[in-house]
């Protein structure tokens, strides 16, 4: 008897140095992964000397001129770029993808597993493999270093991955509440926009998110197929990387104030964003 009571008076205390080992452990993965973007954000507001020291310096003298540096360097422009890229390449996503997700899960068509492996054997290809007639086609339209274009390409790319995600979120939708509203006399845009959407918000906004994410990072078209007109974010900030070295303040600087807008984004989506990926995710 004596030992079954010490064994109860020992498990709660197990389960706590269990929970705080696990919570510290957590800490410490979340503090690892964040870390870089912190020293980034941190190495912003030091000077050239200070950031480029063998040593990381911690207790150096901050400032804003960096940030003051990269603004007066063309900072507005390529984020109107990105920024307009990444918000309408995402709008037209969402205008083909509901539509198409939508028919392939709640009304189904024949044999969807086809038209949904054709959809993601777009993505196959390297992009690099295709660049070439890409850049031709671009170019004797007369749409090389436009913005327009680029969103439309960025459209080619995350349409795929936007009717898999979407397609997910409408399979969970209660087939009993379709067929209510369809008894009621709704028909196919009724009962799309007023019933399913407002059911699948979450996915949509999560969907939109990655593509933003997705539209606004993308690095290898943008540099091939902008100089200055349609320049966004990422290859602007390899601007700061030339044969004279690594300018690691100005350019923390720039990475920082690149990322805002997602972050920004991010949090004003978070509640929607979880939501959503729960949604879609396999029970």
Known sequence: MSTRVARRRRAPLLSLVRGGALTLATWAITFAVFFPILWMVFTAFKSEKDAATAVPTIFVELSLRQFESVIGQGLV?????????????????????????????????????NALFFFISTRFMPIAASIIPVYLILKALGAVDNITALSLLYVGINLPLAIWMMRSFFSEVPV????????????????LVRIVLPIVAPGVAATALICFIFAWNEYFLATILTSTMARTTPPWLGGFVDGRG?????????????????VIAGWLAQKRLVRGLAMGAVK
């Open 246 to 262: 690594q300018f690691l303040a100005v350019l923390s600087a720039a990475s920082t104030l690149a990322v805002l807008p997602v």
């Open 176 to 191: 009993e509440i379709i067929e209510a509203a369809q008894v009621d006399g709704a028909n196919l845009r009724t009962e």
């Open 77 to 113: 422009p390529v984020l109107v770029n990105s920024l307009t890229a990444s918000l309408l390449s995402t709008m037209i996503v969402l205008a083909l993808a509901i539509p198409a997700a939508y028919g392939l899960s709640i009304r189904p068509i024949v044999k969807p597993q």
